[in-house]
Structures are given as C-alpha cells and as structure tokens.
C-alpha cells in the first residue's frame, strides 16, 4: 500500500481510519488521505479525530499526522479524517499547473531539463535546465501557451508503470534532484499525464481536467543557480489579483502619457528616447554654463603668477574638477570653491604651484578631507562657508 492514498483518490476529502500508533501528538493511522509534505509540493491540512493538523510528513515508511495538540483518542481506535478542501483544491490546481508549464516549455525551449519546483499560499515556481535565454517574450509566450493548454481542457491521468519503461521514454520528465528517490527500491513508478502535452514522474495530487486548473499568470524569472532558469507563477484568485494590478498599472501608464494601452509600448519607447535626448541636452546645457562661470572667475595677480579664483553653486565636484582643467587657459592657477551646504574645493594648477598643496593648506585652515597631485587636486567636508573660503584664498 502506498505511504498515502491521497495521490490516486485527490477528490476524497473525508475518510475512516484505524490508529495504529500515538506518541504525544504524532498519530499514524492504517491509511491515509492526508498529503504529506514532499516532492515540492506542502502537506495538506485538515482535522484528525476532532483535532487540528499541525503537519503531515513522511518518516520510516509511514505517514505521520502531527497534531496541534494531544489528542484523546488511542490506539485502536477509529477516527474521521477532514481534509481542508479549499487548500487540496489549490494544491491539486497549482501542481497541475507546473505540469503545464513544463509542457509549454517544451515547445520552446532547448535542451529541456527538469530541476524541481515548489508551491506556496502565493505562487508556484517550476526551475528549468535549458541553454535558451528565458527573456521577456518567452514568458509572454510560455504564459500564452499555458493559459492555452488550460482552455483546451485537456484530459490529466496517472498511471504505475515499470521503472524500465519509464527509462526508456524519453518525453517522461524526472526531477533531476529527486530522481534517484523516484527509482530507489522501486518496481514501478508514478506518471501524470497531461494529454498530448506533458509526462513527468510525480507523486503529487492534481485535478483531472486542466480547465480545473482555472487562470495562471507568468509573475517573473530568476537564475536560482548555473544552469537553472526560474519561473514563477500564480494560479486561481492569486493570478486574477495580479493580472488585476498589472491591468491597473497599464492604465495608469498609458494615461501619464496620454495614450491606449494598445501603444502603450511605443508611446513609452519614444518617451524614453526623447528623455534621453533632452537629459543629454541639459548635460551639455550644464556644460555650457559651468565653463562660462569659470571662465569669468576673477583674476589676481600672485607671486608672479595669475590665479583665477571663485565659487559656483549647483554642480557637483567631479563635473567641477573636470571643467576647471579645460577652463585654467592661460592661467598658472584656477581654484574653484563649491558653493553648497558641504562646501568643497578644486585646483587646477599649472605645475609651478602644487594644486595638491593649495588643498591641502584649505582643509588644515577649514577641516575636511582631500588629495591630489601637483596638476589637480580636489577637497571637500569642508567646515565653514564658500565666502569664508574665498576670503581665505584672496590672503593666500
């Protein structure tokens, strides 16, 4: 007898049972409907005997139904399984649904292999083994083909056949992580078929109609490791919900930019294009103005030397760094002071005088933090204001 029966009866939702074991809160009967937790797919939950399910899992052959509490019951005794019917209904529906996953995979992806899955209160996700680029357009399409198979009400059966044959089928998908456990010391084993669509070992529960599965959205992909794509997906209320925020969200775009969600898209290429355009037209913009402000810094006369010295404000101190080399000219020296509430410092020196000197006398006299070389240096945490820094560098 197989470790549950909930595999090959998933409509059964109540059933009798014999206690044939109790210790504290773990209870073994002499058959089983519960599900226990495995192969990806979580336990089920219920009531055994009057009393909450904690867990169901497998150990040592058996099935274990741990309780949220001790029970009342005894070994030897007769008690009524319930099984949670929203949750199985979801259970079945989900591990069906990664089933016609896979199968849509199938007709678009190479080298096609199998590297496990798992389902949750939210999504289900199902990792591929394939050399194709899983991009935007092979979810839109895998989402379409999936949503396709579930209309076609295609048939789902399961049936025990020999190892050995099953090892000579090549469209039987295994998972490559529990595919050892699916052969150990086994005469027979498990395939669900979706008809004309998909094969695969499998010891889960599921419905037996894909239109049962009801609406599945594709939510995203992932690398969870070399060689392994990951898809995730939701299925029923979960799918609808998220089908609904996207639906909203595109409204809500093609509005902003005063659109249909029909051209949505190009409308927001173009868009992002002319941004593009303007943010490099500002940029340059910027450029223009920075060059004209140091440009016209006011010159003093040192040492023999001409400095040319000011303060700008709006711009940040590696696009000042960068204009104050182009816009020293002629000049041995230029010092550019930041004018914002961290004030910082640029030279752009010559050479005869270190710029990196000049920064490094500003920041003993203002705190702060610099460096640089004889050419260039830039300094900033500054302490004090621009004007204070200006009036400094005049009594340099």
């Keep these: 007898m197989p470790l549950s029966l909930a595999p090959s ?3 059964v939702r109540a059933f009798e049972a014999t206690v044939t074991s109790v210790d504290e809160r773990s209870v073994v009967l002499d058959e089983t409907y519960f599900y226990p937790e495995g192969g990806g797919q979580p336990a089920d939950r219920g009531v055994l005997g009057g009393v ?3 867990h169901v899992y497998a150990e040592d052959g058996v099935v274990v139904h741990e309780l949220a509490e001790t029970p009342d019951f005894d070994v030897g005794d007769d008690v009524t399984g319930v ?3 929203d949750y199985r209904t979801y259970c079945m529906r989900a591990h069906t649904a990664s089933h016609v996953l896979y199968g849509a995979a199938r007709h678009i992806f190479d080298d096609l292999g199998y590297g496990g899955f798992d389902i949750t209160e939210e999504k289900v996700r199902v990792d591929f083994e394939t050399s194709t680029d899983v991009d935007d357009a092979a979810l839109v399409e895998l989402e379409r083909l999936v949503n396709r198979a579930v209309w ?3 048939e789902v059966s399961w049936e025990e056949i020999p190892v050995a044959e099953a090892r000579e089928r090549d469209e039987i998908a295994f998972n490559v992580k529990t595919e050892t456990g699916v052969f150990a010391d086994a005469d027979e084993v498990r395939v669900v078929t979706v008809d004309g669509w998909d094969w695969g070992a499998c010891g889960g529960t599921h419905v037996s109609n894909t239109i049962e599965i009801g609406p599945v959205e594709v939510l995203g992909r992932s690398n969870p490791g070399e060689g392994l794509t990951r898809v995730e997906l939701a299925v029923g209320p979960s799918a609808i919900d998220h089908r609904a925020e996207l639906q909203t969200a595109a409204y809500d775009a093609a509005r902003a930019l005063g659109t249909n969600l029909e051209a949505l898209g190009d409308v927001a290429a173009e868009t992002v294009e002319s941004r593009a355009a303007l943010e490099d037209e500002l940029a340059d913009l910027k450029a223009e103005t920075l060059a004209t402000r140091l440009a016209n810094f006011e010159t003093l006369e040192r040492d023999g030397g001409t400095w040319k010295v000011g303060s700008v404000a709006g711009f940040e ?3 000042v760094g960068e204009a104050a080399k182009d816009a020293r000219g002629e000049a041995d020296v230029l010092v550019a002071v930041g004018d914002s509430n961290a004030p910082f410092v640029v030279v752009a020196s010559a ?3 270190s710029a990196g000197d000049i920064v490094g006398d500003v920041t003993d006299e203002f705190g702060g933090s610099g460096g640089g070389g004889p050419t260039f240096a ?3 945490g500054l302490g004090t204001t621009a004007d204070e820094v200006l009036a400094f560098l005049h009594e340099y």
């Design 351 to 353: 050479g005869d005088v």
């Design 52 to 54: 909450e399910l904690a």
């Design 152 to 154: 076609d009400s295609r």
């Design 83 to 85: 099984v949670d019917d």
């Design 317 to 319: 101190a590696n696009d």
């Design 378 to 380: 830039q300094g900033g």
């Design 9 to 11: 009866n998933p409509e």
